[in-house]
């Protein structure tokens, strides 16, 4: 099975290999205290350098992101969707031409005509639903 990491830069690359018995000769001792501890930090000049740890406890967290950027990856096409919606070209042109004071009066003007729902909605326990203005 290999194992996928993220470097430094954020790109995803496969984690280089060493066996074992290579592993256990050059720190064995290191890999007892993981299996007993749950993981160990490697550090140089008393930094912390890297952190060895199980398999188990690198699958979860792994799969834990692999799920919230699924979760971000979607939010973000579901925006993208409703944004594609006739007039929204039109509604953030006239929005991108407004002046400052305009668009902050445009902001109180809907913040205070959608207050109502919301408040309404949230003493209901419904997540409030965003309106769309064009």
Same mark, same amino acid.
Do not use: C
């Given at each position: 099975?290999?194992?996928?990491i993220?470097?430094a830069?954020?790109?995803l690359?496969?984690?280089?290999?060493?066996?074992a018995?290579?592993?256990?000769?050059?720190?064995g001792?290191i890999?007892?205290?993981?299996a007993?501890?749950?993981?160990?930090t490697?550090?140089?000049?008393?930094?912390?350098?890297?952190?060895?740890i199980p398999?188990?406890?690198?699958?979860?967290?792994?799969?834990?992101e692999a799920r919230?950027?699924?979760?971000?990856s979607?939010?973000?096409?579901?925006?993208? /969707?409703r944004?594609?919606v006739?007039g &929204? @070209?039109?509604? *953030?042109?006239?929005?991108f $031409?407004? /002046?400052?004071?305009?668009?902050?009066? &445009? @902001?109180v003007? *809907?913040?205070?005509?959608? $207050?109502?729902s919301r408040?309404?909605?949230a003493?209901?326990?419904?997540?409030?639903?965003?309106?769309?203005h064009?």
């Open positions: 099975m290999s194992i996928r993220r470097n830069r954020g790109e690359i496969e984690a280089t290999e060493v066996s018995s290579d592993a256990k000769n050059s720190f001792r890999l007892e205290r993981v007993k501890d749950g993981g160990v490697i550090t140089r000049r008393h930094e912390p350098l890297a952190v060895v398999i188990e406890t690198y699958m979860r967290l792994s799969n834990a919230m950027l699924d979760t971000l979607d939010e973000f096409d579901a925006l993208l /969707a944004m594609q006739p &929204a @070209a039109e509604a *953030m042109q006239t929005a $031409a407004m /002046a400052p004071a305009e668009m902050g009066r &445009a @902001a003007h *809907m913040a205070d005509h959608d $207050a109502p408040r309404a909605k003493a209901s326990g419904r997540k409030p639903v965003v309106k769309r064009a």
